[in-house]
């Protein structure tokens, strides 16, 4: 094919492949185990895939409705009000989304203008800041404070000001495992009060915060609910990260300008497996007892690796461990990540590709939502480094 004879002004002239089809694409040409891109190597469950079949057979393969089904908006609109206690409207405050990254740069896109500044928290998952720039918006970053990744508030209410039309939070945190407290929230809350600042609030990894922890969704707090897009996702929650469905939830007003991007963007979501999660959600162990699986799989990789050279702090939710390779060696993160791939046939994702100017800390994250022999043999070759 030639190429287009005309000059391509590119919206994202710095933004290259992401790290997690890079790194995975380097696991299969050197066959390692990969532990770098986020979903799991384990089946979803049977019951669930039945129900899509069933779906489908009935003949539910037409365009689903623009905001999504809503027996399971309904369901959502439960849900959401039984754990955090506020109350959605399902019909004009919930839309199911092709997963959590749609959702995030529908947001974005529905309410950032050009020059509009947006403050996101680094290491930052790495949707957020292209979004941001392809909406013509000026993306504000402030560093998570190591080793246990907090924002300080008052680096925030600095930075604050009357262009500040968006804050992005991550709560599970992706990459670093930490979380956010009631504190965080209410801090959060004090700085944006009379503005009219929005929060997008990425919630994807909800249901999966370890040791007795509450998740501290912005739903629970009526002052940021008012003003927040929450996203969350089913395949990070039911293990079926392929299937690419998620969901927003904010006040009608807000909804109304998702809305308007969603339609033109993928108009509606696959209507079987839609069907399918209204019935599967009715059984609330299937999200509930997440936490208590994924801890299990947290607790035994860390317990196989303690005697390993890497120095960690158990993760407070999602499904990533942070290794700091400090003690073992000195080359840069990206370095010793592509190390790792080639010569000992282990993959993971190097913290510093998670700053807009790389900041080397030592630190790789590994998943562990994976099979129990997987991370058996994955442990064995930290051990020996």
């Known amino acids: 094919m030639p190429l287009f004879p005309g000059t391509v002004h590119s919206k994202l002239p710095k933004i290259g492949t992401t790290i997690f089809s890079t790194m995975s ?10 532990l770098s891109q986020g979903f799991p190597d384990f089946s979803c469950s049977e ?43 399902p019909d004009t405050e919930i839309t199911i989304t092709a997963g959590g990254t749609q959702a995030i740069y529908t947001a974005i896109a529905a309410t950032i203008r050009e020059d509009d500044e947006v403050i996101i928290f680094e290491p930052a998952y790495d949707c957020y800041q292209p979004a941001i720039e392809v909406a013509g918006g000026k993306t504000v970053y402030l560093q998570l404070k190591a080793p246990d990744y907090s924002i300080n508030w008052e680096e925030v209410q600095k930075m604050f000001n009357h262009r500040t039309r968006m804050i992005i939070i991550n709560t599970p945190h992706n990459p670093t495992g930490s979380i956010l407290s009631e504190q965080d929230m209410r801090q959060l809350e004090k700085i944006v009060k009379n503005s009219d600042t929005v929060i997008v609030s990425d919630e994807v990894y909800e249901h999966i915060i370890f040791d007795g922890t509450v998740h501290q969704s912005v739903a629970r707090f009526p002052h940021l609910a008012e003003r927040s897009f929450i996203i969350s996702s089913f395949g990070k929650t039911f293990h079926t990260t392929g299937w690419k469905v998620g969901y927003c939830v904010a ?8 809305r ?22 009715k059984q609330k162990d299937n999200y509930l007892g997440l936490a208590r699986f994924y801890e299990t799989k947290r607790d035994f990789f860390i317990d196989l690796i303690k005697k390993s050279g890497f120095q960690f702090k158990p993760a407070a939710g999602t499904y990533f461990q942070l290794l700091d390779y400090s003690k073992l060696n000195t080359d840069k993160d990206t370095d010793y990540a592509i190390r790792l791939i080639k010569e000992s046939g282990i993959a993971s994702i190097p913290i510093s590709v998670f700053y807009h100017k790389p900041v080397d800390n030592k630190m790789l994250r590994f998943c562990f939502a994976k099979k129990e022999e997987t991370l058996e043999k994955a442990a064995g070759i930290l051990c020996k480094l």
């Open 25 to 34: 694409k380097m696991a299969a040409e050197y066959n390692a185990i990969n």
């Open 47 to 89: 019951e669930l895939i039945k129900l899509v079949n069933e779906a489908m057979l009935k003949g539910n393969n037409q365009y689903a409705p623009m905001p999504g089904l809503f027996a399971l908006r309904e369901l959502l609109a439960v849900k959401t009000e039984t754990l955090y206690g506020t109350k959605y409207d």
């Open 260 to 281: 308007k991007v969603h339609q033109f963007l993928v108009f509606s979501v696959n209507t079987p497996i839609q069907f399918a999660l209204a019935e599967y959600l």
């Open 251 to 258: 006040p009608k007003n807000l909804m109304a300008e998702f």
